[in-house]
C-alpha cells in the first residue's frame, strides 16, 4: 500500500522520562526572539540537530543527538527565564504515523453501477443559497450522533435503522418545494423503477413523491459509516442533494451482495456541489454507501479540501403491508425471515445448541461422579490426581464441540488410583475444558450475567454488519504482534469478532471464539475456523496454543472476577514458555492520544453511533 510516514511529536506517557527532544514553550517569533536566538542558547547542551517551531510561533520542539543532551537542557532551562521570558521545557516524543495514499476519483471512473445516476446543477446557486439559509435559520437540530440532522416527515431512529413512527416531525418544509417540483419535471428529473407497481406496469409514468427528508450537516474530518438504507422502512428511490461543498462518496459492491462477503469493488463517486444523486436498482440495494472521515478529498488528480457541506435526502417510507421485494435478499432486512441462513450460522447455533446439550449433560454427570467418588474418599475439586475423560454417549461430533473435552487415557487415572487406593477401580468423570481450580475454590462464576448478556452478546449481534462496515482496519500494535509470529505458530484469537486479526498473517494457523454468531458468520465467509463460546469458559484444551491474543474484549467483562476468570482461561489454553496479548480499553489515557473516547471513571455505558 503506497502512502507516506506522517512524523509529530506528542508528550511521553511518563513526563519525567527523558527523551532526545524538549518542547520549549513561552519564547519564539510571537514575543520578537528570532528562532536563531532560541537554537543558539541550546546549543550549550549539544548540537541541535531539530529545530522545529509551532503554528503558534509561541513555542519549539528542540532535538539533540541523545537522551543525556536533552535531559540537561531541561534541568538548566525549565523554570528560568530567557531574552527575558520564563521558559517552560518539557520531554517530547517523537510519534510516526503511516498515512495512506488518498484514493482519486479517476481510479474508479471506468466502474459503472447499475441504477446510478447523477445530474449537476441540478439546483441554482440562488437556490442554493435560500436553502442553505432556510436550513440555518430553523434551530431543531438533532444531535444524537456526531453530526447534526435534521428529520422531516418522520424521525429516523438511527440506533434501530427503523422509522419511528412516534415522533412524527409533520410534513416536509414548504422552502424545499424548489427542489421537490422539479420532481415532477420529466424534463429535468425521470427514474425508471427496477421493481415497479401495478400503475407502472399498466404504462403509467412513475413520479417521485417523497414524504421523508433529512437534513445531514457535514465539517472537516466528518463522514458517515457505510450502509445501505433500510429495505423495510424505504422504497427504491433515494435522492440526495449536495450543497455548499463537493465530497467524495465511497461505494461498495460485495460478492453476491452478501453482507457476509469480501468487499469485491469500490468506487470513488465524485458529488459536485448542487448535484442530484439518484440511487436506483443495483445502486440502492446492491452497493453500500458513506463518506470517509477526513478534511480532503482527492478530485480527478486534485487535492480538494472540504468545507462545510449540507446534504438533503430525500426518500419515500414504505408502509409496513407492502413489504421490499428486491433481488438483494441477503442485504434486505424484509426477506431475512424467508431466506435461508449461511452456512457458519446454521453451524454456529447448531454448535451452540449442542454446548448446552453437553453442558447439562456434564453437570449432571459430574454430581454423580462427585457422589460416587466421595465415598472412595476423594474430592474431584481438589485432588490433582483426577484426570477427566470423555463417557460414550457425549454427542461432539462438531470438531470444536469435541474441544471441549480433555481426552486423557483411562489407564492414567488407573495408576494414580493404584497408589492411592489398591482396592478401587477406574472411576470415569466428565467435566468442561477448562474449570479452573482457584476459581472453584473462590466461587468464581464462568457464566455471563444479565449486563453481559443484554449489552455485550445481544448487543453485538444487533450491530454486526455495521461493526464490520467499520472495523476492519487492525490496531497497529496488535497488527505489529502477530506479523512477527513466526510461521507455523497456533494462535488463539478469544473474542475474534469478524476475525480480522486472524488474517492478519497468513502463515499462522489461528482458530477463533466469540459469542456473536453473526460476526462468526463474516470471519467463517473470509475462510477463518470459528466457533461459539464465551471468554470465561474458552472451547480449548489446555496447554494447547503457542499464542493466545484478547483484543478489545477485557472492558467487556462487568465484574473483576469476571476480568480474571478470563485472563486465567487465556493463561490455562497457551503451552508453558507461551505467549498472551491482552489489549483493551483504559481509563487512563494519554492527552497526546488520538482517541476520542476519555472515560472519567471506569465502569461505564459507551454508545454505538452509526
Known amino acids: 500500500m503506497s502512502g507516506q510516514v506522517r512524523v509529530r511529536f506528542v508528550r511521553p506517557r511518563d513526563p519525567e522520562q527523558a527523551t532526545p527532544f524538549v518542547l520549549v514553550a513561552n519564547t519564539g517569533e510571537r514575543f520578537g526572539i528570532a528562532w536563531s536566538r532560541v537554537k543558539e542558547a541550546f546549543e550549550r547542551f549539544g548540537e541541535v540537530v531539530l529545530l522545529q517551531p509551532q503554528p503558534s510561533n509561541a513555542a519549539v520542539y528542540v532535538g539533540f543527538n541523545s537522551e543525556r543532551e536533552a535531559k540537561a537542557a531541561r534541568e538548566a532551562m525549565h523554570g528560568h527565564e530567557l531574552f527575558g521570558r520564563k521558559l517552560h521545557v518539557a520531554y517530547a516524543r517523537r510519534k510516526e504515523t503511516f498515512v495512506p495514499e488518498m484514493a482519486c476519483t479517476s481510479s474508479t471512473d471506468h466502474i459503472e453501477i447499475p441504477g446510478l445516476r447523477i ?23 438533532i444531535k444524537d450522533i456526531h453530526r447534526r440532522v435534521q428529520h422531516y416527515g418522520c424521525h429516523f431512529n438511527y440506533t434501530t435503522r427503523k422509522v419511528d413512527w412516534t415522533k412524527p416531525r409533520g410534513p416536509l418544509p414548504k422552502w424545499v418545494k424548489c427542489v421537490t417540483d422539479k420532481f415532477g419535471d420529466a424534463s429535468k428529473f425521470r427514474v425508471q423503477r427496477t421493481i415497479p407497481d401495478q400503475r407502472e406496469k399498466d404504462g403509467e409514468a412513475y413520479v417521485f413523491r417523497p414524504d421523508q427528508l433529512t437534513v445531514n450537516e457535514y465539517f472537516p474530518n466528518q463522514g458517515i459509516a457505510p450502509h445501505v438504507d433500510t429495505h423495510s422502512v424505504f422504497q427504491e428511490v433515494l435522492v440526495v442533494i449536495s450543497m455548499a461543498s463537493d465530497i467524495v462518496m465511497m461505494m461498495r459492491a460485495k460478492e453476491d451482495y452478501d453482507p457476509a462477503q469480501i468487499v469485491t469493488q469500490r468506487k470513488f463517486l465524485h458529488l459536485p456541489r448542487r448535484s442530484c444523486a439518484i440511487f436506483l436498482g443495483d445502486a440502492r440495494f446492491g452497493w453500500d454507501h458513506g463518506i470517509i472521515k477526513r478534511r480532503s478529498d482527492k478530485i480527478n488528480g486534485r487535492i480538494v479540501p472540504r468545507e462545510r457541506r449540507l446534504s438533503l435526502t430525500f426518500r419515500t417510507i414504505r408502509m409496513p403491508d407492502d413489504p421490499c421485494t428486491c433481488p438483494f435478499p441477503r442485504q434486505c432486512d424484509s426477506q431475512q425471515g424467508s431466506i435461508t441462513e449461511p452456512y457458519a450460522v446454521q453451524n454456529a447455533r447448531k454448535l451452540q445448541r449442542q454446548m448446552r446439550t453437553v453442558d447439562e449433560q456434564a453437570d449432571e454427570a459430574l454430581e454423580q461422579k462427585r457422589k460416587e467418588m466421595a465415598e472412595d474418599g476423594i474430592d474431584i475439586d481438589t485432588d490433582a490426581n483426577v484426570t477427566f475423560a470423555v463417557p ?67 448487543f453485538y449481534e444487533t450491530i454486526a454488519f455495521h461493526f464490520d462496515h467499520t472495523r476492519q482496519k487492525p490496531w497497529p500494535k496488535v497488527q505489529a504482534f502477530v506479523q512477527q509470529l513466526e510461521p507455523g505458530t497456533l494462535m488463539a484469537d478469544v473474542g475474534c469478532g469478524n476475525g480480522r486479526y486472524m488474517q492478519v ?61 478470563a485472563l486465567r482461561e487465556l493463561v490455562r489454553i497457551v503451552r508453558p514458555g507461551g505467549r498472551v496479548f491482552v489489549c483493551a480499553w483504559a481509563m487512563e489515557q494519554d492527552e497526546a492520544d488520538t482517541s476520542r473516547v476519555r472515560f472519567t471513571k471506569q465502569d461505564v455505558y459507551v454508545p454505538w453511533h452509526v
Request: net charge negative.
Open 119 to 141: 445530474i449537476p446543477e441540478f439546483i441554482s446557486v440562488d437556490e442554493e443559497k435560500q436553502l442553505i439559509d432556510a436550513i440555518d435559520e430553523n434551530a431543531d437540530w
Open 505 to 565: 498473517n497468513p502463515k499462522v494457523f489461528a482458530v477463533g471464539c466469540d459469542m456473536s454468531t453473526k460476526l462468526l458468520s463474516l470471519a467463517a465467509s473470509r475462510g477463518q475456523q470459528v466457533c461459539v463460546a464465551d471468554a470465561l469458559r474458552v472451547p480449548f484444551r489446555s496447554d494447547s496454543f503457542d499464542v493466545a491474543i484478547s483484543v478489545a474484549v477485557l472492558h467487556h467483562m462487568s465484574s473483576h472476577e469476571h476480568r480474571v476468570q
Open 392 to 458: 460414550e454417549g457425549v454427542p461432539v461430533s462438531d470438531a470444536a464441540a469435541a474441544s471441549m473435552y480433555q481426552h486423557q487415557d483411562a489407564t492414567t487415572h488407573r495408576k494414580h488410583k493404584k497408589r492411592r487406593n489398591n482396592k478401587n477401580k477406574t472411576k470415569t468423570v466428565l467435566c468442561v475444558a477448562g474449570p479452573d481450580e482457584a476459581a472453584m475454590e473462590s466461587g468464581t462464576t464462568t457464566t455471563p450475567c444479565s449486563v453481559e448478556h443484554e449489552f455485550v452478546h445481544d
